[in-house]
């Protein structure tokens, strides 16, 4: 396996290799310059091209705490070998960061904050902008929760997951239709349109595991390779929800986290509304939901009813959190 990497280290950047240490997400090689980090890449190349011009724009506006990627010599952000796109990056700081208190996710929300503010006028020819996506996701789930509830009531018997969808369809219909309420009093279209215009990123994954913390103290963040455009207020409610989820999630806490995410980025009125109608959209279960019901089963899966079971379980935090919010 190592010749594999010996040649898209020499092919593709002219480095050395001399040997390699196996991490999560791929493999530290020592080179003649040093330490790389070499990684398969799972996204198209217009993805791994974007997320190139995000770090770059984040370094630039100040925001060095992150891994960028290495060009390759005939100035690619990532090498192709035998139909395989590879990337290579500097190496992060191997201490994840632990998600087991407040203070953890005060101190990312901070360093969210300031990505966020350091992505302004960013450029690339590589922008995904969709306004319509996140009205018609809320519309479409909310139709598709309608018509599964049809199709359970049609059946001649209820399985398992079927009591769980019939069990929460009021308060999940309720609040679905909410987020879509609080979406329009957000004047979402003008709150991305500004963002399209000033330029903005959303990660999608700001989360422990692609969150390291170094020697210093200083926090470093990886895992852009998902990235896309669109409003970053979507990081920051799944942070939050993440909080709720990995923590007993007060009120206190949630003031301290907006607060220390607006160190660096303040909030409109109106973004704090968007932020509502964010949290309060019950997303991972009806996804699970949809997941499951669109596709051909002859048994209930206990896997799928312990996930969307556990889904149930964070939905009922993010209500927790919406309140807390309104209140803040």
């Given at each position: ?46 993805s ?5 011009d ?39 700081p ?39 996506r ?67 990123f ?12 170094a ?30 989820k ?13 607060e ?20 309060i ?19 209930v ?28």
């Amino acid at each position: 396996m190592e010749d594999i990497y010996e040649k898209i280290l020499w092919e593709g950047y002219g480095l050395r290799f001399y040997s390699g240490a196996r991490t999560r997400t791929g493999l530290v090689c020592k080179t003649d310059k040093g330490l790389r980090e070499l990684k398969k890449a799972r996204e198209r190349m217009s993805s791994i091209r974007y997320a190139h011009d995000v770090k770059e724009c984040l370094y630039g506006n100040g925001f060095t705490v992150i891994s960028r990627f290495y060009n390759t010599m005939d100035g690619q952000p990532c090498f192709v070998k035998e139909g395989t796109l590879y990337v290579l990056e500097e190496v992060l700081p191997f201490a994840p960061l632990e998600e087991d208190g407040k203070e953890a996710f005060i101190k990312g929300a901070a360093t969210l904050g300031k990505m966020h503010a350091c992505a302004k006028g960013l450029e690339s020819n590589y922008l995904q902008w969709d306004k319509e996506r996140l009205p018609l996701q809320f519309s479409k789930r909310r139709i598709e929760l309608a018509k599964i509830k049809r199709r359970i009531q049609r059946q001649g018997g209820y399985d398992a997951i079927d009591l769980l969808v019939l069990d929460h369809y009021d308060t999940y219909m309720e609040q679905t239709m909410q987020a879509e309420v609080l979406l329009q009093q957000a004047d979402y279209d003008a709150l991305f349109d500004r963002a399209e215009k000033e330029g903005a990123f959303c990660h999608h994954s700001y989360k422990g595991e692609n969150l390291r913390v170094a020697e210093d103290g200083r926090l470093y963040v990886g895992g852009f390779e998902g990235c896309n455009s669109d409003i970053p207020l979507l990081d920051l409610a799944a942070y939050l929800k993440r909080y709720m989820k990995k923590t007993e999630g007060t009120k206190d806490g949630i003031t301290q986290i907006l607060e220390s995410y607006q160190k660096n980025n303040r909030l409109e009125d109106k973004e704090k509304v968007l932020l509502q109608a964010l949290t309060i959209y019950p997303e991972k279960f009806l996804r699970l939901m949809n997941e499951y019901y669109n596709k051909r089963r002859t048994c209930v899966s206990p896997a799928m009813q312990e996930r969307l079971a556990l889904a149930a379980e964070e939905e009922g935090r993010a209500r927790e959190l919406y309140r807390f919010i309104r209140e803040v």
